[in-house]
Nanobody, 124 residues
Framework: VQLQASGGGLVQAGGSLRLSCAASARTLSSYTMAWFRQAPGKEREFVAAIRRSGGYTYYTDSVKSRFIVSRDNPKNTVYLQMNNLKPEDTAVYYC??????????????????WGQGTQVTVSS
């Protein structure tokens, strides 16, 4: 499975961006999908995840109530709507796909497939 992330850019604090992650194969519905991010000098961290059916979503505490993860399985695409962005959200954002169990959903090693990353920069 090849993943292509897009939608990053430069935005002022308080603004919004929507990231997209498109899969090459018609198998996206088979995987839990997640977004991770990595800021300069920091480790990659979990942002959000959505289960195969889209019925369950998970977020790291710092983005709850601001970010929304969703998926459109017929279009093989996952989205991350980011609202009220803050400078600390600045990072390269990666989408990932995997057959994860709930206890590992926030663990990067639980995901077998990764996109190339898209830069999000939030200015103050």
């Amino acid at each position: 499975v090849q993943l292509q992330a897009s939608g990053g850019g430069l935005v002022q604090a308080g603004g919004s961006l929507r990231l997209s992650c498109a899969a090459s194969a018609r198998t996206l519905s088979s995987y839990t999908m997640a977004w991770f991010r990595q800021a300069p000098g920091k480790e990659r961290e979990f942002v959000a995840a959505i289960r195969r059916s889209g019925g369950y979503t998970y977020y790291t505490d710092s983005v709850k109530s601001r970010f929304i993860v969703s998926r459109d399985n017929p279009k093989n695409t996952v989205y991350l709507q980011m609202n009220n962005l803050k400078p600390e959200d600045t990072a390269v954002y990666y989408c990932a796909a995997g057959n994860t169990i709930l206890s590992s959903i926030q663990t990067s090693t639980a995901y077998a497939y990764w996109g190339q990353g898209t830069q999000v920069t939030v200015s103050s």
